[in-house]
């Protein structure tokens, strides 16, 4: 079994920043992608930034400039830097990471989520 915890949540006005921690613990073989997720009332969840295991990167055009995204390997975590925050990032934001726990393809799992509150 496998969890990811996060932690870094909470309400900050707009203009200000945020640091999210994701870690991930259990029967890991190796992960692969990690990444960030958004769902804001009344959306769907989108893709906010991911990593892989070599460091690519990818964002979504909202948060590029803004938001870096980086992880430690040797500690199964993943990070997300949110600077210059505006109430459209208001979400709740769900980590997400690919992991074998043996031979196998990977499998995906996900955070409980955390709430980012932007006031403007």
């Known amino acids: 079994q496998v969890q990811l915890v996060e932690s870094g949540g909470g309400l900050v006005q707009a203009g200000g920043s945020l640091r999210l921690s994701c870690a991930a613990s259990?029967?890991?073989?190796?992960?692969?992608?990690m990444g960030w997720y958004r769902q804001a009332p009344g959306k769907q969840r989108e893709l906010v930034a991911a990593?892989?295991?070599?460091?690519?990167?990818n964002y979504a055009d909202s948060v590029k400039g803004r938001f870096t995204i980086s992880r430690e390997n040797a500690k199964n975590t993943v990070y997300l830097q949110m600077n210059s925050l505006k109430p459209e990032d208001t979400a709740v934001y769900y980590c997400?990471?690919?992991?074998?726990?043996?031979?196998?393809?990977?499998?995906?799992?996900w955070g409980q989520g955390t709430q980012v509150t932007v006031s403007s």
């Open positions: 259990g029967t890991i073989f190796s992960i692969t992608t």
């Open positions: 997400n990471a690919y992991v074998r726990t043996s031979y196998t393809r990977p499998t995906p799992y």
């Open positions: 990593i892989t295991s070599v460091g690519i990167t």
